[in-house]
């Protein structure tokens, strides 16, 4: 038995404001749409609580969250928010209106000059062999909203890019904070938690897993939200609203310059700190003290 046990004193003290709430309900009804989710509460319950095993890897049923989130949104109120930001910020209004998509293929980029946005996109398409497409493929570009799930979808890895915050734990993590710091110091806070909704469930459900399973991950989780954070503070506006194609051939250092990307952290940091908290990694639970010798 643990010894850590809570008494009568802590309960009447957190608790005694709780009232007991009478329903003529013959199911659970609360007033969050959320909670009220069955799915979404399962799933919710399982990703913040599991380990990352080789069954079922870390980023298992984030279509499925992002899905049922969008299904739950009050989209004509999210229609109005786009509409009124556009009346106030003219590079918003701008990023809509041209409807520029960042769905670059190989051949396009082949030949960009070495440090170019363009030669970046290139070395990741062929080393790597990922597509940029990799969410809401499906999605054709009829209106504002169609838009920006298309093209927030496609470029996801080239701001990994220049951020210089690597697709890795460390990396995933910081690049979530500087995109949700940037979006709340632009946007109206309204819109901005809208476009942070699917950011703020990775980054709670990550965080929570590497409390309480993964050490070292949590320590490197805490170092990467600081360096996040500090860096989309700085962002001169949201990374989305970029125009990517008209960049393809200017230099990265060049557009971290325009942008406001500072500090950039030291190249390849954090490169080997999935098998912190990835059970499918070979060389998960090899400490990164230990491997680096």
Known sequence: MSEAVIGEGERAYFNGRIQAIQTESSVLVSSSPYLNHAGLRALIAQEMLRRNGADLPNTAYIPEVAEIFMQIEDMPNVIGLFEREKARLPRFREWLERRQLADFKLDEVRHCAPGTLGDALRRFMEESGYELDIFYREVQVVNDFTYYLRQTALTHDIEHMVSGFGPNHG???????????????????????????????????????????????????????????????????????????????????????????????????????????????????????????
């Open 171 to 293: 990396g995933e993590v910081a690049l979530i904070n500087a995109n949700m710091h940037a979006k709340v110091r632009y946007f109206h806070p309204e819109l901005a938690a809208f476009f942070n909704r699917i950011q703020t469930y990775l980054k709670a459900k990550t965080i929570m897993k590497d409390g309480l399973h993964y050490p070292e991950a949590m320590a490197l989780n805490l170092e990467a939200e600081f360096r996040g954070s500090e860096q989309g503070r700085n962002w001169k506006y949201p990374m989305m609203l970029a125009p990517w194609r008209d960049w393809v051939d200017r230099p990265i250092a060049d557009i971290r310059e325009e942008l406001g990307v500072t500090p950039v952290p030291p190249e390849g940091l954090w490169a080997d700190t999935n098998r912190l908290c990835n059970e499918d990694d070979p060389m998960y639970g090899v400490p990164l003290e230990i491997a680096a010798e």
